[in-house]
């Protein structure tokens, strides 16, 4: 989708009549439309309430114009993003395959700032965003018409807010990419190999470790998870080094490429899902990209724990146990539990290898956080109060949400194993604060530590304000925006 800016409406060229949006705002169409448009919109009772669309033709000129209006319910409020990312997603979910080739945005009377302004174009870029390239038949009615916004009399530095919003809508696109593509396009190399091609020139460091490199490195608990599999793990860290003597944050992904369960292998029906596992991995991936578009003036380290889970003659065994690279021993209870053990040896590197300072990492975990949560909401367990709090603003700011679970000892002491230093799971009850308990034994003393299970909010079955069914893109924005807000602030 291109977004371009224009002061006034330019005649069409394509044959449609020119199709121009305004955002209304509760009971305000009255003001400035014409008593026709005002008469329909009544007829049709359209007021203007968040997400409400309305469309008119109306003689314009020689011709015919489509005019449509976007609700924005009531001015001010706390939830004004929110209804205005509605708003934007709504447009260009509503015109994308309707035959317009062009959309234009007048905010022109609309009240709105620039940074508002820059919001409703982000939502009706994100909410635009699909992957067809697998759909060889889609009749031309079915395909995606509409390539072009152009805002009309935006305020003052929309623009310029644009610059960063447009950084943040390629990270969460390419996100929703790695997310989307089945498992036999993105496995461990691919993924670095598709991060690689999208980084390249962007200034991001890269740092690629093979099954060899792992192997010196001792990271066992990894390596078990990939054994199964024919192909080779990566671990695949990118820097964005846009500050200097900073101290590092590091975020942390699990990308479990396919995760069959291995040997306690998953029931078939819905397994397909499990091509995206890696979705945590895929937000910092993305993220990345954001900051490196936009230039985020931080220091941060993106690690990604890239595998397949397969069972297969090689595959690891439940009761197996692994030496992970801390040098602490896991006895593998049930070889579906398989993220954490690829997270550890993950934690373990980066903070051996870049001393961060605070970690967040990022895993589609559990399915028990899907059971407590649903889709609305990640899980967000960790040791550092200022850092949950930090987490928990960027969440409400950015529209990736979170909530805050509990840890402690009697959580902790559930996953003692009788034969290694701890097993991979604990019992049935408390399946995502066991787990999250798992990955807090290998963070090191001093370092603020956030782990986010987002196994509910990377992949819905319903479309939302700012995505289409499928992929969301989730932790990118949520990420980008803890960074705008605390690491550059
Ligand atoms: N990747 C899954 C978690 C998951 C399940 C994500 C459903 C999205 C939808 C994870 O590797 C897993 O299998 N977890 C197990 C843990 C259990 C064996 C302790 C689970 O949640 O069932
Ligand atoms: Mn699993
Ligand atoms: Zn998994």
Not at 294 to 317: F, H, S, T, Y
Not at 321 to 341: F, H, K, P, Y
């Amino acid at each position: 989708m291109i977004i371009e800016f224009a002061a006034t409406a330019s005649p069409n060229t394509d044959g449609n009549p020119r199709l121009v949006a305004s955002l209304v705002a509760q009971d305000a169409l009255a003001a400035d439309a014409d008593l026709l448009v005002r008469g329909a919109a009544a007829a049709a009772r359209f007021t203007g309430k968040p997400g409400q669309l309305f469309e008119v033709f109306a003689p314009a000129g020689d011709g015919v114009a489509r005019l449509a209006f976007a609700g924005i319910g009531e001015l001010g409020g706390a939830g004004r993003r929110a209804t205005l990312e509605r708003a934007g997603g709504a447009l260009t979910a509503k015109y994308l395959t309707s035959g317009e080739t062009a959309l234009a945005i007048d905010f022109s009377t609309s009240g709105l700032t620039a940074e508002e302004a820059a919001s409703v174009l982000l939502a009706a870029r994100l909410r635009a965003w699909r992957h067809d390239i697998y759909r060889t038949k889609l009749t031309d009615d079915q395909k995606p018409s509409l390539a072009r916004i152009v805002a009309i009399g935006a305020p003052e530095g929309t623009e310029a807010h644009w610059e960063t919003e447009s950084a943040v809508a390629e990270g969460v696109e390419f996100t929703r990419e790695l997310v989307t593509e089945p498992a036999n396009v993105i496995y461990p190399e691919s993924f670095v190999a598709r991060c690689l091609a999208r980084l390249e020139g962007s200034g991001v460091e890269i740092v690629v470790l093979d099954k060899a490199e792992m192997t010196a490195l001792g990271m066992g608990a990894l390596l078990g998870v990939s054994q199964g599999s024919v192909r080779e793990p990566r671990i695949l860290a990118m820097r964005w080094k846009g500050k200097a003597g900073a101290q590092p944050t590091a975020f942390v992904g699990k990308g479990v490429t396919f995760d069959t369960g291995g040997i306690s292998i998953k029931p078939a029906a819905g397994m397909e899902d499990m091509k995206w596992d890696m979705g945590g991995a895929a937000a910092v991936a993305g993220t990345m990209l954001t900051l490196a578009r936009r230039k985020a003036q931080a220091d941060v380290i993106g690690v990604c724990g890239l595998v397949e889970n397969m069972p297969d003659g090689n595959a690891q065994r439940p009761g197996d146990v692994v030496t992970s690279m801390s040098g602490q021993t896991i006895e593998v209870i049930n070889t579906d539990a398989e993220g954490r053990l690829v997270l550890c040896d993950a934690v373990t590197w980066v903070q051996k290898q870049y001393s961060p300072v605070t970690i967040v990492d990022l895993a589609t975990l559990t399915g028990a956080i899907i059971v407590s949560l649903g889709h609305e909401h990640a899980g967000m367990f960790s040791n550092d109060d200022l850092l949950a709090s930090q987490l928990d603003a960027a969440g409400k700011a950015s529209g990736d949400s979170l909530w805050r679970f509990p840890l402690g000892s009697a959580y902790d002491k559930l996953i003692d194993s009788p034969i290694a230093d701890m097993k991979n799971v604990g019992p049935r009850y408390g399946g995502s604060i066991t787990a999250a308990q798992f990955i807090q034994r290998f963070v090191d003393r001093g370092v603020a530590w956030a782990h986010l299970d987002i196994a509910g909010t990377v992949w819905v079955e319903k479309s939302g304000a700012t995505h289409d069914k499928g992929a969301t893109g989730f932790g990118v924005r949520l990420l980008d925006r803890y960074v705008r807000d605390v690491l550059e602030a």
